[in-house]
């Protein structure tokens, strides 16, 4: 079964550090574009960072030069690291598998997490 | 940044009757060399996250049934519940993923009338 299982998620001071984990099951997450999407409290859903099977990466302005997408083939697992966080970063945050249309064609969000809640506050 | 637009933000429809939402994208989302369209449609309901209905703007997702249906091209899309359920009480969201940033419509709240 395809699956996604977030973690790392609390209550962390502004300025803070944290590490959201996101392990797969089902599938390699090498093979697809994985991404993090995020969703404050009440408000809709904001992409945040997308990891490619290639290996490049690319963010949101709103978190560029503060969150760090990474992936462990080994795990099988994609990591988001947020550094500096803000009163606005607080959402929850959900990991997604893209989808793949063979040979190549990748296309939106196939699979989601739970997701893992992330609040930053003092 | 494409910005993506639906309409209306809420949306009361009786059981059984057609319900409609638009979406449309500041810039063209289809890719000419593959006659694409790169739009994904999204059901959220509370407390759970999005799922996936229609990717490529009509290509129906494995197990979504047959009454939710896409169309549009270009700039202009819709979401079709051909005869509303119950259980279709959620919130829809339109996406691009033409390019990054990877931008969603503010959400179409669908309730029963």
């Known amino acids: 079964e395809v699956q996604l299982v977030e973690s790392g998620g609390g209550l962390i001071q502004p300025g803070g550090s944290l590490r959201l984990s996101c392990a797969a099951s089902g599938f390699t997450v090498s093979s697809h574009y994985m991404s993090w999407v995020r969703q404050a409290p009440g408000k809709g859903l904001e992409w945040v960072a997308s990891f490619y099977s290639g290996g490049s990466t690319k963010y949101a302005d709103s978190v560029k030069g503060r969150f760090i997408i990474s992936r462990d083939n080994s795990k099988n697992t994609v990591y988001l690291q947020m550094n500096s966080l803000r009163a606005d970063d607080t959402a929850v945050y959900y990991c997604?598998?893209?989808?793949?249309?063979?040979?190549?064609?990748?296309?939106?969000?196939?699979?989601w997490g739970q997701g893992t809640t992330v609040t930053v506050s003092s | 940044d494409i910005v993506m637009t639906q309409s209306p933000g809420s949306l009361a429809v009786s059981l059984g009757e057609r319900a409609t939402i638009n979406c449309k994208s500041s810039?063209?989302?289809?890719?000419?060399?593959?006659?694409?369209?790169?739009l994904a449609w999204y059901q959220q309901k509370p407390g759970q996250p999005p799922k996936l209905l229609i990717y490529?703007?009509?290509t129906r997702e494995f197990g979504v049934p047959d009454r939710f249906s896409g169309s549009g091209s270009g700039t202009d899309f819709t979401l079709t519940i051909s005869s509303l359920q119950a259980e279709d009480v959620a919130v829809y969201y339109c996406q691009q993923y033409y390019g990054a940033p990877y931008t969603f419509g503010q959400g179409t709240n669908l309730e029963i009338k």
């Open positions: 810039q063209s989302v289809l890719y000419s060399s593959n006659n694409k369209n790169y």
């Open positions: 490529w703007a009509s």
């Open positions: 997604a598998r893209w989808g793949l249309d063979l040979p190549s064609f990748h296309y939106a969000m196939e699979v």
